[in-house]
């Protein structure tokens, strides 16, 4: 570590003097609500105003539309289908002196939508209850832009002479199975030496990250109404329920054949496999009592890194076909299926990276203890630059809790800790004159 222990304390004591200011950061950019519901987004409005944060500090930065990035309609990695009309990307830089090792902040300002869960608190409101900040994208992720862009602006206003580069980024478009706002940072040429996520990760180091798909199965059957003379019509819920009280055999077979990762030999279920929707038709007396014909499921699993999407998808159709194949009466027809996202695959490097081993020795340095080195529990899109691009990525931000869920939250004393650690670590990777 060649970071004095007098310019670390400072460093330290700034944020915590300026923490105030960390939290105006997230509750504005909570309060700018920029759900992301394919095809399209809402993602501008962020974008703007984070350019307009960074202009203050004195840093270039450029809002482009990654349509018009070369190459990327062609890249293998991307994902059509989307609508990417007033939704750019934003991309910042801070020249270094010369001869350091550069690094990419990064975090996409896209969040899922509020969704119809009930909310105890305003959603969009960053409303503050104790150790917790509330609301859509608190957690997931702008908790890790503000501190982003709150490292951004300590190194500025420090005035800290850096050798190497730092590079801010905001992408659009990540969630949803989306990567394209992070493949076209990438094409454009907005890269670095290293890249730090600040997803939330509690304070753990994340060099792995698993992989996800997302099915849905379609169900079919006339009924012909509820009057019959014979029987009392069936339609498509034997087959919905057959399929889920056969869930546990598609998930116990993960269980025996999936491959095991160092980063994931915590976990008590590796590679889960869920039902997170089911859907026969609408609720209530606005529609008559029948027997629905259609019904829909869908269902959600993850995968280790050395483990192929390809590979689970497959085992999934010979899954389900000797299902239906084991009891024509209940399925006269097979189930449609369709995967309404991308695959996102696992991907890790090394824990004996020098990204993952100096930002481990800053968090100790920084936390008083030395933070768990696990992989991320679900998908992201650091896949682009540790698989596309081999650049050394990592995921390090702070802790909260209801992701994707009603009242989302991140706790305050954790991203003031992320922002110490990350603070300190640009300083040591860029290095100092």
């Not at 930065?61 to 289908?81: K, Q, R």
Request: charged share 20%; with cysteine.
């Amino acid at each position: 570590m060649n970071t004095p222990p007098q310019l670390q304390a400072k460093l330290s004591q700034y944020v915590d003097l300026h923490q105030d200011r960390l939290l105006e950061i997230l509750q504005t950019l909570v309060r700018i609500p920029s759900e992301n519901t394919p095809p399209v987004g809402a993602e501008q409005k962020c974008q703007t105003w984070i350019a307009e944060q960074l202009k203050e500090i004195g840093w270039s930065s450029e809002l482009y539309d990654i349509d018009h990035v070369p190459g990327l309609p062609a890249h293998p990695l991307f994902h059509p289908g989307r609508d990417y009309r007033g939704r750019p990307n934003l991309a910042s830089l801070h020249k270094g002196t010369g001869g350091g090792r550069s690094l990419l902040l990064t975090g996409h300002i896209d969040t899922v939508p509020r969704g119809t869960q009930a909310w105890t608190r305003n959603p969009f409101s960053g409303y503050i209850e104790g150790n917790r900040l509330y609301g859509r994208g608190s957690n997931d992720m702008k908790g890790g832009v503000a501190t982003n862009l709150f490292v951004a602006e300590c190194v500025a206003k420090l005035n800290l002479p850096m050798k190497g580069d730092l590079l801010f980024e905001s992408v659009v478009d990540e969630e949803f199975g989306g990567a394209n706002g992070t493949l076209a940072g990438r094409l454009r040429g907005h890269n670095a030496d290293a890249v730090i996520l600040s997803e939330p990760s509690s304070l753990r180091i994340c060099p792995a990250q698993r992989g996800g798909q997302v099915v849905h199965l379609t169900f079919r059957r006339p009924t012909g109404g509820v009057l019959q003379s014979d029987f009392f019509p069936t339609g498509a819920i034997p087959q919905l329920t057959h399929v889920l009280g056969c869930v546990k055999e598609f998930a116990a077979h993960r269980l025996a054949t999936f491959k095991p990762h160092e980063l994931y030999l915590s976990l008590k279920d590796p590679v889960p496999v869920v039902v997170t929707k089911v859907f026969t038709g609408p609720w209530g007396f606005g529609e008559p009592i029948t027997v629905p014909e259609s019904a829909q499921l869908e269902m959600y699993w993850q995968f280790m890194p050395g483990e192929t999407g390809e590979d689970i998808e497959r085992d999934f159709q010979q899954w389900l076909r000797a299902l239906v194949e084991r009891d024509p009466r209940i399925f006269p027809s097979f189930p449609d299926i369709h995967y309404p996202v991308r695959c996102l695959p696992a991907s890790a490097i090394s824990v004996k990276d020098p990204l993952v081993t100096e930002l481990t020795a800053c968090a100790v340095r920084t936390l008083g203890l030395t933070p768990a080195i696990q992989g991320i529990e679900g998908p992201c899109d650091m896949f682009i630059f540790q698989q596309a691009f081999q650049i050394p990525a990592v995921i390090f931000g702070a802790r909260g809790s209801n992701t994707h869920a009603a009242d989302e939250y991140v706790e305050i004393d954790s991203l003031v800790a992320a922002a110490k650690t990350l603070l300190l670590f640009v300083a040591e990777w860029c290095g100092l004159r």
